[in-house]
């Protein structure tokens, strides 16, 4: 999966086929699980697949979105969020704080 370097509203339906393919290999991770009666250990692609839906999240948001690692998004050239954990902080700090929703830490703290 190759993601653009900056994200905008355009990527949407780039995004929406990304996600619907990531189900398909989530789903077929979780039915692998099942008939072996594994334990969930990693579930990659149900990780995959949730990081790709909180990303589209943060791009309908309409700020602007660039991949800054992996896992990591930079919002506005000053914030960094965590696509796994709801996490986010200033870039050049240390300290990370908790969001609930990635609307939610748009309309807070980067549109303040």
């Known amino acids: 999966m190759i993601l653009p370097p900056i994200l905008a509203l355009e990527d949407i339906p780039y995004l929406n086929n990304l996600i619907k393919d990531q189900k398909v290999k989530a ?14 250990m990693s579930m ?18 309409g700020a602007k979105i660039e991949n800054y ?12 969020a965590s696509l ?9 700090k240390n300290k990370w704080y908790r969001y ?10 980067v549109r303040k």
């Open 69 to 80: 690692s992996a896992g990591l998004v930079i919002i506005d050239d000053k914030f960094i």
């Open 84 to 92: 796994a954990s709801n996490k986010w902080r200033v870039e050049g």
């Open 44 to 61: 990659r692609e149900g990780r995959h697949l949730r990081n790709l839906t909180t990303l589209k999240e943060f791009v309908l948001t």
């Open 27 to 40: 789903d077929a991770e979780r039915l692998e699980w099942a008939t072996n009666d594994k334990q969930e």
């Open 100 to 109: 609930k929703s990635p609307s939610q830490l748009v309309d807070k703290y």
